[in-house]
Protein backbone atom coordinates (compact mmCIF):
# COMPACT_ATOMS: atom_id res chain seq x y z
CA UNK A 1 0.00 0.00 0.00
CA UNK A 2 1.38 3.86 -0.89
CA UNK A 3 0.47 6.22 1.29
CA UNK A 4 1.08 9.84 0.31
CA UNK A 5 1.38 13.44 1.86
CA UNK A 6 -0.32 14.99 -1.21
CA UNK A 7 -0.22 18.30 -0.19
CA UNK A 8 1.92 19.97 -3.09
CA UNK A 9 3.54 16.96 -3.76
CA UNK A 10 4.60 17.39 -7.37
CA UNK A 11 4.64 13.77 -8.08
CA UNK A 12 1.12 12.53 -8.43
CA UNK A 13 0.81 11.59 -11.29
CA UNK A 14 3.75 9.01 -11.63
CA UNK A 15 2.37 7.24 -8.18
CA UNK A 16 -0.49 7.26 -9.83
CA UNK A 17 0.80 5.63 -12.95
CA UNK A 18 2.95 3.28 -11.29
CA UNK A 19 0.41 2.63 -8.71
CA UNK A 20 -2.39 1.64 -11.39
CA UNK A 21 0.43 -0.45 -13.51
CA UNK A 22 0.63 -2.37 -10.70
CA UNK A 23 -2.70 -2.60 -8.96
CA UNK A 24 -1.46 -1.22 -6.00
CA UNK A 25 -3.75 0.77 -3.51
CA UNK A 26 -2.85 4.14 -3.00
CA UNK A 27 -4.08 6.92 -0.56
CA UNK A 28 -3.58 10.38 -1.33
CA UNK A 29 -3.79 12.20 1.73
CA UNK A 30 -4.33 16.22 1.57
CA UNK A 31 -5.88 19.24 3.43
CA UNK A 32 -8.90 20.55 2.21
CA UNK A 33 -7.18 23.62 1.45
CA UNK A 34 -5.44 21.34 -1.27
CA UNK A 35 -9.00 19.73 -2.61
CA UNK A 36 -8.68 19.15 -5.95
CA UNK A 37 -11.96 19.00 -8.52
CA UNK A 38 -10.89 15.98 -10.44
CA UNK A 39 -9.03 13.53 -8.01
CA UNK A 40 -7.61 10.94 -10.06
CA UNK A 41 -6.77 7.19 -9.59
CA UNK A 42 -6.19 6.00 -6.01
CA UNK A 43 -8.37 7.46 -2.89
CA UNK A 44 -7.89 11.10 -1.96
CA UNK A 45 -8.58 11.43 1.99
CA UNK A 46 -9.00 15.37 2.98
CA UNK A 47 -8.41 15.89 6.26
CA UNK A 48 -8.75 19.73 8.37
CA UNK A 49 -6.46 22.26 7.53
CA UNK A 50 -3.42 22.50 10.15
CA UNK A 51 0.11 22.37 10.62
CA UNK A 52 0.17 18.68 11.18
CA UNK A 53 -3.08 17.09 10.04
CA UNK A 54 -2.26 15.44 7.12
CA UNK A 55 1.49 14.01 8.52
CA UNK A 56 -0.20 12.61 11.77
CA UNK A 57 -2.97 11.28 9.94
CA UNK A 58 -0.69 9.23 8.07
CA UNK A 59 1.21 8.21 11.30
CA UNK A 60 -1.61 6.62 12.47
CA UNK A 61 -2.93 4.57 9.56
CA UNK A 62 0.82 3.54 7.90
CA UNK A 63 1.71 -0.12 9.36
CA UNK A 64 4.86 -2.07 8.62
CA UNK A 65 6.34 -2.63 4.66
CA UNK A 66 3.58 0.39 3.34
CA UNK A 67 5.74 2.89 1.48
CA UNK A 68 4.97 6.40 2.70
CA UNK A 69 6.11 9.39 -0.26
CA UNK A 70 6.76 12.57 1.92
CA UNK A 71 9.22 15.75 1.42
CA UNK A 72 8.92 15.76 5.56
CA UNK A 73 12.04 14.68 7.49
CA UNK A 74 10.11 14.45 10.81
CA UNK A 75 7.46 12.49 9.42
CA UNK A 76 9.87 10.74 7.83
CA UNK A 77 11.96 9.71 11.07
CA UNK A 78 8.63 8.79 12.50
CA UNK A 79 7.47 6.14 10.05
CA UNK A 80 10.77 4.55 9.66
CA UNK A 81 10.01 3.99 13.47
CA UNK A 82 7.11 1.96 12.44
CA UNK A 83 9.35 0.07 9.89
CA UNK A 84 7.07 2.28 6.92
CA UNK A 85 9.74 2.33 3.93
CA UNK A 86 9.67 6.14 3.13
CA UNK A 87 10.62 7.82 -0.43
CA UNK A 88 10.96 11.58 -1.01
CA UNK A 89 9.56 13.23 -4.51
CA UNK A 90 12.92 13.49 -5.48
CA UNK A 91 13.56 9.92 -5.56
CA UNK A 92 15.85 9.86 -2.04
CA UNK A 93 14.92 6.63 -0.01
CA UNK A 94 14.92 7.46 3.73
CA UNK A 95 16.49 4.84 5.81
CA UNK A 96 17.26 4.19 9.51
CA UNK A 97 20.54 4.88 8.23
CA UNK A 98 20.38 7.87 6.42
CA UNK A 99 17.81 9.85 8.57
CA UNK A 100 19.69 11.01 11.15
CA UNK A 101 21.89 12.76 8.69
CA UNK A 102 19.07 14.60 7.42
CA UNK A 103 17.67 15.39 10.71
CA UNK A 104 20.95 17.17 11.23
CA UNK A 105 21.50 19.03 8.69
CA UNK A 106 17.30 20.29 9.34
CA UNK A 107 18.65 21.43 12.49
CA UNK A 108 21.02 23.07 11.40
CA UNK A 109 19.23 25.16 8.34
CA UNK A 110 16.56 25.99 11.11
CA UNK A 111 19.42 27.79 13.41
CA UNK A 112 20.58 29.55 10.74
CA UNK A 113 16.91 30.77 9.35
CA UNK A 114 16.91 31.85 12.90
CA UNK A 115 19.85 34.07 12.74
CA UNK A 116 18.39 35.41 9.54
CA UNK A 117 20.23 33.93 7.34
CA UNK A 118 18.34 32.26 4.57
CA UNK A 119 19.68 30.42 1.41
CA UNK A 120 18.42 30.40 -2.13
CA UNK A 121 15.40 27.91 -0.97
CA UNK A 122 15.32 24.73 -2.15
CA UNK A 123 15.84 23.74 -5.72
CA UNK A 124 13.32 23.46 -8.90
CA UNK A 125 11.66 20.60 -9.05
CA UNK A 126 13.15 18.83 -12.37
CA UNK A 127 12.38 16.02 -14.86
CA UNK A 128 15.42 14.10 -12.96
CA UNK A 129 14.22 14.48 -9.78
CA UNK A 130 10.67 12.61 -11.15
CA UNK A 131 12.78 10.11 -13.10
CA UNK A 132 14.74 9.48 -9.80
CA UNK A 133 11.58 9.11 -8.04
CA UNK A 134 10.00 6.76 -10.96
CA UNK A 135 13.55 4.67 -10.54
CA UNK A 136 13.31 4.96 -6.68
CA UNK A 137 9.82 3.81 -5.83
CA UNK A 138 9.76 1.44 -8.68
CA UNK A 139 12.96 -0.43 -6.61
CA UNK A 140 11.07 0.02 -3.22
CA UNK A 141 7.90 -1.88 -4.82
CA UNK A 142 10.00 -4.77 -6.36
CA UNK A 143 11.87 -5.71 -3.21
CA UNK A 144 8.73 -5.81 -1.53
CA UNK A 145 8.24 -9.05 -3.48
Request: hydrophobic share 35%; aromatic share 10%; glycine share 4%.
Amino acid sequence: MIWVDADACPVVQEITQIAQRRSIEVYFIASYDHMRTSPTFGKWIYVDPGQDSADLYLLNRCKPRDIAVTHDIGLASLLLAKRVYVIAPTGKVYTEETIDTALTMRYYSAKERRKGNYGKGPKKFTQEDKDRFIQSLDRLLNNQN
